[in-house]
């Protein structure tokens, strides 16, 4: 398909999303289903106007899923609320590392079982589907920066953490496959991957997320008419901390998660913690910081930034789940597949949030419908073109690839018609969130 369809295809789509906002809102679908139905119809499944070969156009859609999966990340971060506890975040680091790595085993051990593949191989398709998303699950996540949900914010957290936390288990599918260096008995996995690349990535995004506020509030406050374009400083702060992470060989999609919340939570402790002279608590401050007054608090990155960068998830969001439905043909939807989605929907998903959070203070309710939105998109898009990229088989590239795209496209569409209903159950039986 030439660029002058293409531009009048996401021309169109982007025209309706936007006309028809209210519409979609109220509907018992996402948009992201309609824009998978276009790539579907468009693609080699139906009329194949465009067949988008994941194998043939790796690198770009590595690119593509990578830039999207930072800002997403970034978005997540300055959403979290203040301030930083353990009680807070103990659910979430137990679903982003403990679960996530539960949901690996049980993964890499259906598919060495049931599907056949290689040990290594088997690794890695459990490493590429165990991150949940935080680009396509918008609708159980977070929605702004004073929202105190439990649920979305440990789905939000969860989701901001294990895109990073999910790498190690890459690393080590791919040394298993002889695509990567492990060291002896895996020394080198175990001190450079998993320890070295977490602790030195977490590091980086707290030291620039807290830098940029204390910079940024310094100019603001000791030059009243200093202007900051939030918008670049926020995607200049995302590009430094994700590029000096990779540069020390740290995993770049935690350094910018940690530093939006390192951003977020630096600057509402410069503006008075929980609350300032105005008597403006932080959920308060974040929402009305484009009303302020000249002479009071100074306007924040995190929270004038976070719409622009929200807009630039649902480009993205659109753009790839369209090239998704390109991706996918008929005989992608063979049992293999298709097994591996449900496997992982209805046992590996619910059952590594059961073990992870035993014995947790999360309640039993959160527990059972964070077992069942584990929703997978655009990471796992990355991921697969990441091992690709460092030279799989093809014809072992080409098995992932399908079961993978069934995997999202089956994400979309189960948890896509069931976000709704569901969430509205949920709180209709306990506390509405606020």
């Not at 527990?367 to 091992?387: D, E, P, T």
Request: charged share 15%.
């Amino acid at each position: 398909m030439s660029n002058t369809y293409w531009f009048i295809l996401i021309g169109c789509l982007m025209l309706a999303r936007g006309l028809a906002a209210t519409t979609i809102s109220r509907s018992p679908f996402t948009s992201a289903i309609v824009y998978l139905c276009a790539g579907l119809l468009l693609g080699p499944s139906v009329f194949n106007v465009f067949h988008f070969d994941p194998l043939e156009q790796s690198a770009l859609l590595e690119v593509l899923t990578e830039i999207a999966v930072l800002i997403s990340l970034f978005s997540a971060g300055v959403k979290m609320p203040v301030p930083v506890t353990w009680k807070r975040w103990a659910s979430s680091i137990r679903l982003a590392w403990l679960s996530m790595a539960i949901l690996v085993a049980l993964m890499a051990g259906f598919a060495y079982y049931v599907l056949g593949l290689p040990v290594g191989a088997a690794i890695l398709l459990g490493a590429i589907l165990a991150p949940t998303d935080p680009v396509l699950a918008t609708d159980v996540q977070v929605r702004h920066a004073g929202d105190k949900d439990e649920l979305r914010f440990d789905l939000t957290c969860e989701a901001g953490m294990n895109d990073g936390s999910a790498f190690p288990f890459v690393m080590l599918g791919l040394g298993l496959l002889g695509l990567h260096e492990l060291g002896q008995f895996g020394w080198r996995w175990v001190a450079l991957d998993v320890l070295w690349a977490t602790l030195s990535a977490t590091v980086i995004g707290v030291v620039g997320g807290a830098g940029l506020a204390r910079l940024g509030w310094r100019l603001r406050s000791g030059e009243r008419r200093h202007e900051v374009l939030d918008d670049l400083v926020g995607l200049g702060l995302i590009a430094i901390v994700y590029g000096v992470s990779l540069w020390l060989s740290g995993w770049g999609f935690l350094a910018v998660f940690f530093a939006g919340v390192a951003l977020r939570q630096t600057e509402l402790v410069l503006a008075g913690a929980r609350k300032d002279r105005h008597g403006l608590l932080d959920s308060d401050m974040s929402k009305s910081a484009a009303g302020r007054a000249e002479g009071e608090v100074p306007l924040t990155v995190s929270a004038e930034s976070l719409v622009f960068k929200e807009h630039l998830e649902r480009l993205s969001e659109l753009v790839l789940v369209l090239l998704l439905g390109g991706m996918l043909t008929l005989s992608a939807w063979n049992w293999r597949a298709v097994g591996t989605a449900l496997f992982l929907f209805a046992v590996a998903r619910p059952l590594s949030v059961l073990l992870g959070l035993a014995g947790s203070d999360a309640p039993g309710r959160i527990r059972a419908i964070a077992g069942w939105f584990g929703v997978r998109g655009i990471g796992s898009l990355y991921y697969l073109m990441y091992a690709i990229g460092h030279g799989l088989p093809r014809p072992l590239a080409r098995e992932l690839a399908e079961i993978t795209t069934v995997v999202i496209v089956l994400s979309i569409l189960l948890h896509g018609i069931s976000v709704k209903p569901l969430l509205e159950r949920f709180w209709r039986r306990g506390a509405r969130p606020r």
